[in-house]
């Protein structure tokens, strides 16, 4: 992979417009200073995402807590005391700005795994760190599209995918929680990855297919089991 020197913002913005060129613009030592413009995206959209929708959170959480049998009805007062309308914790604000950017540098453990190992092929840690950053622009962008949405439906329950075609948001129905996972900017991150292993690894595009396929595939299986198990299901 030849590198080509690239500024942060062209890096971003070209992960929409064209991500070979992002991707093979990281070379073989990547710093802050190649991560911070994405970083800092993503920090600045998850707490602003976190203000602005902070009623529906409550107004949701209230209603999950009431549906909740294995509580008696004093733990249930006890917590929805708890949940304030008047103000956005700031424990929410922290963890809603770092929890993206953790995400980031789990994936880039998965795929660098996934890839070395699986695929046989070579790469740095931080390279893939600085791949699942910028791809997670996609993220960005699925917020500016969802956050309108949201507030004008009041309801976190936005959807992207083919559950949009369900009459019931019920994720106590397995087909719902499967269609939730054909995902419009799922998909578009996954494609972004085959991309990426390709320049990456320089591998083929049916190898880069299957290899990002299976995580792909492993994390939609284990989001429907997990979602089984919510309150809400």
Do not use: C
């Amino acid at each position: 992979m030849v590198s080509e020197k690239m500024n942060p913002f062209k890096r971003v913005l070209n992960v929409f417009a064209n991500p070979e060129k992002t991707f093979s613009s990281f070379g073989e030592k990547i710093t802050w200073k190649d991560l911070w413009l994405p970083v800092l995206l993503l920090v600045l959209v998850s707490m602003l995402t976190v203000q602005l929708t902070h009623p529906i959170q409550v107004k949701e959480s209230r209603q999950m807590i009431t549906r909740m049998d294995n509580l008696t009805d004093q733990q249930k007062e006890a917590m929805l005391q708890r949940i304030s309308t008047d103000h956005v914790p700031i424990q929410n604000m922290i963890l809603g700005g770092i929890t993206p950017i953790i995400y980031a540098f789990f994936m880039a453990v998965i795929y660098l795994f996934v890839g070395n190992f699986f695929g046989g092929g070579y790469a740095k840690y931080m390279t893939l760190l600085a791949i699942a950053l910028h791809i997670s622009m996609v993220d960005v962008l699925a917020s500016i599209v969802k956050i309108p949405i949201m507030l004008a439906q009041k309801t976190m329950m936005v959807h992207t995918s083919l559950a949009m075609f369900f009459s019931d948001f019920d994720l106590s129905n397995i087909w719902f929680r499967i269609a939730m996972q054909a995902d419009v900017f799922k998909i578009w991150k996954w494609i972004l990855w085959i991309i990426a292993f390709k320049v990456i690894y320089n591998y083929s595009g049916k190898k880069a297919f299957v290899l990002t396929g299976i995580i792909w595939l492993l994390g939609a299986v284990l989001t429907v089991v997990l979602q089984g198990f919510s309150p809400l299901a």
